[in-house]
């Protein structure tokens, strides 16, 4: 025989490098797991960003027009934007008014900024002023809307621009 010592059999030196392996696998993750706990928990919190002041309002009553936006997708990239501009307190529609539009992309501001585009007021509708433009992307876009006489005010409006054809 060998002199006294047992044979191995052949697989078990491969069986015991698999259970080692396995074994050196779990206790690295379990470490990296328990790192990671003792970081998260050490580290303090940064403190929240403070909200953007809201801009003030005049208190002597209202100075600023009522505005009104309707934005629609018309297909091919094309929005038609539509402002319904009214007086502050008794709301009678303001005609005559210079009303232009911006619309700009949420995901890369100022890069597909348009504008001013110049809105005209629709016969036979008072204080509506409509305008069509084409966007140079899909994608969601601001459409800012601002008067600039008589009486200066902006408002805003999201469109969601998602197909080249309507939806």
Not at 13 to 34: E, H, I, K
Not at 140 to 145: D, G, M, Q, R, S
Not at 150 to 165: C, E, F, G, L, Y
Request: net charge positive; hydrophobic share 45%.
């Amino acid at each position: 025989m060998n002199g006294g010592r047992a044979r191995r059999p052949a697989g078990a030196d491969r069986s015991q490098f698999w259970q080692g392996a396995v074994l050196g696998l779990c206790l690295g993750v379990t470490l990296a797991l328990v790192l990671g706990l003792v970081a998260f928990v050490a580290t303090r919190p940064t403190a929240p960003v403070a909200a953007a002041a809201p801009t003030p309002q005049p208190t002597g009553g209202a100075t600023q027009a009522a505005v009104d936006i309707t934005a629609e997708h018309l297909g091919n990239l094309k929005v038609a934007v539509e402002a319904q501009v009214s007086a502050p307190g008794s709301y009678d529609p303001i005609t005559k008014g210079q009303v232009v539009a911006y619309t700009d992309m949420v995901a890369m501001p100022m890069t597909h900024r348009q504008g001013p585009i110049v809105m005209a007021e629709v016969a036979g509708r008072p204080g509506v002023y409509q305008a069509t433009t084409t966007v140079d992307m899909i994608g969601e876009y601001n459409v800012t809307v601002e008067v600039k006489q008589p009486m200066a005010t902006k408002a805003d409006r999201r469109i969601d621009v998602q197909s080249v054809s309507p939806k």
